[in-house]
C-alpha cells in the first residue's frame, strides 16, 4: 500500500537558518502530494501541494518538488522564522480505492529568535 | 467562510459512556474522513464516506461507527469507549479525487 516517511524530529533550528524537512513515499500510480502545518493548538492547515512529476509547491517561502525519480517531496525554506515553529506533515493521496491521505509520522520544528 | 467545523473541542469522559463528536462542512464536499492523531504515529484514517449513506472502514476502526444521513454531516461515535481511544480526532471534507482535504479544528477527547 502507499506510505510516507518523513524525517524524524525534533528539529531545533535559529531564526534566518535553511530549512529541510526530508520526505519519502511509496506509491501506485500517480498521487497528489502534499504538506500539511499544524500549529500549537489548531487543525491541519494546507501549506503546499504538488499534482504531477516535476511540479513546484511553494507558499510562504516554503518550496517543495515533485521528484518521481527518487520519490522524493522535501520541504524547504531559505531563511526560517520564529513563527515557523510547528508540526509539519508530509502526505500523498491516489485516486484509487479509497483514496485517503496519507501521512508521514511528522516533524516537529522549533525555531530559537 | 469555507471551513470543517468539528464540536466539542475538549472532552473528558468515562470508559463505556457513549458519546458523539460531530462534523459539518460547508463546501458541498462529497468525501469526509475521520482521523485520529497519535504522537509517533502520524494521523490514521478511522472511517471514510464517498457520498451520502456510502461509508467504509479505514485503518483504524475498531470501536467507531459513523453515519452519513445528509452530505454535510458526519458524526463519529464511540459507543462505548475504552482509554486506548484517547487521542486527537479531525474530521476532513474534500472533492473526490486525489485533492487536498480541509481539516477541522481537532477534538482533544481524553477516556478514563
Known amino acids: 500500500g502507499n506510505s510516507v516517511t518523513q524525517m524524524e524530529g525534533p528539529v531545533t533550528l535559529s531564526e534566518e537558518a535553511f530549512l529541510t524537512i526530508n520526505c519519502t513515499y511509496t506509491a501506485t500510480g500517480y498521487p497528489s502530494l502534499f504538506w500539511y502545518v499544524q500549529y500549537p493548538g489548531e487543525g491541519l492547515q494546507l501549506l503546499l501541494k504538488?499534482?504531477?512529476?516535476?511540479d513546484k509547491g511553494s507558499n510562504k517561502g516554503f518550496e517543495a518538488t515533485y521528484r518521481k525519480e527518487t520519490t522524493s517531496f522535501h520541504l524547504e525554506k531559505g531563511s526560517v522564522q520564529v513563527s515557523d515553529s510547528a508540526v509539519y506533515f508530509c502526505?500523498?493521496?491516489?485516486?484509487?480505492?479509497?483514496?485517503?491521505?496519507?501521512f508521514g509520522q511528522g516533524t516537529r520544528l522549533t525555531i530559537n529568535p | 467562510e469555507a471551513q470543517v467545523t468539528q464540536n466539542p473541542r475538549y472532552l473528558i469522559t468515562v470508559t463505556g459512556k457513549k458519546l458523539t463528536v460531530t462534523c459539518s462542512q460547508n463546501m458541498n464536499h462529497e468525501y469526509m474522513s475521520w482521523y485520529r492523531q497519535d504522537p509517533g504515529l502520524g494521523l490514521r484514517q478511522i472511517y471514510y464516506s464517498m457520498n451520502v449513506e456510502v461509508t467504509d472502514k479505514g485503518d483504524v476502526p475498531e470501536g467507531y461507527k459513523v453515519s452519513r444521513k445528509e452530505k454535510r454531516n458526519f458524526p463519529l461515535i464511540l459507543e462505548s469507549p475504552s482509554p486506548n481511544q484517547t487521542s486527537l480526532y479531525f474530521c476532513?471534507?474534500?472533492?473526490?479525487?486525489?485533492?487536498?482535504?480541509?481539516f477541522g479544528q481537532g477534538t482533544r477527547l481524553t477516556v478514563v
Open positions: 504538488a499534482t504531477k512529476a516535476d
Open positions: 502526505a500523498l493521496r491516489g485516486i484509487q480505492g479509497a483514496q485517503k491521505l496519507v
Open positions: 476532513a471534507s474534500s472533492l473526490i479525487g486525489n485533492t487536498e482535504a480541509f
